[in-house]
């Protein structure tokens, strides 16, 4: 099964931009749809957004131009690069992979992204 590691989170200011990465184990080329959520404390995982492997993105309203999706196939890494950040950003991120041939869902472990002057 594939394995998912986030890294780039971190503390920035209002205003501040930050790069979440998450790199896959194996080839993400073609099988999976990539995507990430965030959770806040005491509220419940959301979606963000996701990439389709032709590179057919979706972003929630909440986020909408400000972050934006992309991905590296060569590299079997998803970026989501965070413009414009708010204090209501303050989440843990996880990387998520759906397997399209076996509808199987993975998980990242998480990063923590802190929005605070």
């Known amino acids: 099964q594939v394995q998912l590691v986030e890294s780039g989170g971190g503390l920035v200011q209002p205003g501040g931009s930050l790069r979440l990465s998450c790199a896959a184990s194996?080839?993400?080329?073609?099988?999976?749809?990539m995507g990430w959520y965030r959770q806040a404390p005491g509220k419940q995982r959301e979606l963000v957004a996701f990439?389709?492997?032709?590179?057919?993105?979706n972003i929630v309203d909440s986020v909408k131009g400000r972050f934006t999706i992309s991905r590296d196939n060569a590299k079997n890494t998803v970026y989501l690069q965070m413009n414009s950040l708010k204090p209501e950003d303050t989440a843990v991120y996880y990387c998520?992979?759906?397997?399209?041939?076996?509808?199987?869902?993975?998980w990242g472990q998480g990063t923590q992204v802190t929005v605070s002057s």
């Open positions: 194996e080839s993400i080329f073609s099988i999976y749809v």
């Open positions: 990439i389709f492997s032709g590179g057919m993105t």
């Open positions: 998520h992979a759906f397997r399209t041939d076996s509808s199987r869902n993975y």
